[in-house]
């Protein structure tokens, strides 16, 4: 319980560090004004994490302490060495929310949500958390199943939110990588270059690269794209091109507004 208190300054020690490489190693600059982009983002990811966090945080401790002390879920089934129970509790949760990213997007329902997150315009390390609050709602309850099917750790759950955080922080940041870093990083994981693809407002483009930590699952199941010239890649969603319309109380009445691409 002590790892899961550090995770709060762990996620903004992330966000400043992330923002301060932008500003020294940027990836490109940006095509509208930080400033307003960031009094969207930033409201909704302070919002989302003190919402998610009263309704969610104490009843996944709990889920979680129960089914350990009961033997719940599929974990429990095979007399597993502890370390390999956190290796795959970590696994499994990175594959669901592969899965729930895809259904997002192949969901129109769901993708109301969803297109909040990618109507940002540009993308940096604020992109990360916005989210409309009924999707991390949403997201809540498919991590509350999966634990308790599977029956996750603690130790699991914990590695896994402070790592899925870092990841996504990461592969968002406007940051110039290496190419030669992100060819080995992605064997295995999700590099920035990547995922711009994911945000490209072409849809063949868009609805490829869901993984979230790992690639493996985009390459196993047939989502990866990384042949796409990163220079002509244009972020945002194609009907949503005025920053004026893209704030705060504009997103959180985005979904239900008219259902487009």
């Not at 004004?33 to 909704?44: E, I, K, T, V």
């Not at 109507?119 to 409309?132: G, I, P, Q, W």
């Not at 959180?252 to 259902?259: G, H, K, M, Q, S």
């Amino acid at each position: 319980m002590e790892l899961y208190a550090t995770k709060p300054y762990i996620y903004w020690g992330g966000v400043f560090i992330f923002l301060l490489c932008e500003q020294f190693f940027s990836y490109r600059e940006p095509t509208v004004p930080r400033p307003r982009r960031w009094l969207a983002n930033l409201p909704l990811s302070i919002m989302n994490g003190a919402i998610y966090h009263l309704l969610y945080t104490s009843a996944i401790v709990a889920l979680i302490l129960v089914g350990q002390e009961k033997q719940v879920g599929l974990l429990h089934v095979w007399a597993l060495p502890g370390w390999l129970k956190i290796v795959a509790g970590i696994l499994i949760l990175d594959f669901f929310i592969y899965l729930w990213h895809l259904l997002t997007h192949a969901l129109p329902f769901l993708w109301r949500f969803h297109r909040v997150h990618h109507s940002d315009m540009n993308m940096d390390v604020t992109t990360a958390n916005r989210f409309h609050l009924g999707e991390f709602l949403f997201t809540g309850l498919i991590r509350l199943a999966v634990i308790h099917t599977f029956g996750i750790g603690l130790t699991a759950y914990i590695l896994f939110e402070i790592w899925v955080n870092l990841s996504v922080q990461f592969h968002h940041s406007s940051i110039r990588v290496p190419d030669w870093f992100e060819k080995l990083w992605v064997i295995l994981f999700v590099p920035p270059f990547l995922h711009r693809i994911h945000h490209s407002v072409r849809i063949k483009e868009r609805d490829t690269n869901y993984g979230v930590i790992f690639s493996l699952w985009d390459r196993m199941l047939g989502t990866l794209t990384t042949e796409v010239e990163q220079e002509k890649i244009i972020i945002g969603i194609g009907s949503h091109r005025q920053i004026e319309q893209l704030g705060f109380w504009r997103l959180l009445a985005l979904p239900f507004t008219r259902n487009t691409p």
